[in-house]
């Protein structure tokens, strides 16, 4: 068997055209995206404070343009990832005491977290 009959005959490794999309499957992919998405929020919270030490003018500019409509929903999302990110972190910490990998609580926890992410951010909104 030559090279190429072989490489043919391995099997694929399976991927998303195999497996259909869960909700534990996208809660994971959510976490990677929301780590991602917490360096571009921290990006942002650092040129708001080195906006509040350069003096009120550009304060004012860069306070005024995160009132905008667009500025809102990147403070929105940046919260709704920051709450999703940190409550996917408390389940991977329970994880790692050994305790809840049964399908149920495993369901449960990424339905919690999605839910959880979703009014703590619209808490937080309310608050403010």
Known sequence: MDQTEQTKARPL????????????MMMSILHRLTG???????LLFTWWLMAAASG?????????LLATLPGKAVLILA???????????????????????DLKE??????????????LTALFWALI
Do not use: C, N
């Open 13 to 24: 490794s399976p991927h998303l055209q195999i497996y259909k999309p869960m909700l534990t």
């Open 79 to 101: 919260t709704w990832g920051f709450f999703h990110h940190m409550l996917g972190g408390v389940r991977h910490f329970i994880w790692d005491f050994g305790k809840g990998f």
């Open 106 to 119: 495993v369901e449960f926890m990424a339905r919690a977290g999605l839910i959880g992410s979703l009014g």
């Open 56 to 64: 009120p003018a550009y304060y004012d500019f860069v306070t005024d």
């Open 36 to 42: 991602v998405g917490l360096y571009f929020g921290a």
